[in-house]
Nanobody, 123 residues
């Protein structure tokens, strides 16, 4: 069972950038497809980005063109580069792992989750 640990969250001003990282415990990391989700207070957890084993990427419309997901299979990590941040990006960000892409924007697709990292965009 893979364990995931996120890092890199923090407080940033609107228009700024942050880079989140998620470290996986397993050497079979390359076998997983990976996703990033976020959850703002009082809201449902929502899809942010997804990356397949081969590196194909998918994004929520709200972050397309601003966020970039990437993976480094040699280091067992997946990253989320977030640029041009907006106050509405404020949330706890979670990385997640699954065996199949399938419904990659659905939380039910992912059996493995990290503990989350807080991102706050505020002046």
């Amino acid at each position: 069972q893979v364990q995931l640990v996120e890092s890199g969250g923090g407080l940033v001003q609107p228009g700024g950038s942050l880079r989140l990282s998620c470290a996986a415990s397993e050497r079979t990391f390359s076998s997983y497809v990976m996703g990033w989700f976020r959850q703002a207070p009082g809201k449902e957890r929502e899809f942010v980005a997804h990356i397949t084993r081969s590196g194909a990427t998918y994004y929520a419309d709200s972050v397309k063109g601003r966020f970039t997901i990437s993976r480094d299979n040699a280091k067992n990590t997946v990253a989320l580069q977030m640029n041009s941040l907006k106050p509405e990006d404020t949330a706890v960000y979670y990385c997640a792992a699954a065996w199949y892409s399938g419904s990659y924007d659905n939380t039910d697709q992912y059996p493995y989750w990290g503990q989350g990292t807080q991102v706050t965009v505020s002046s």
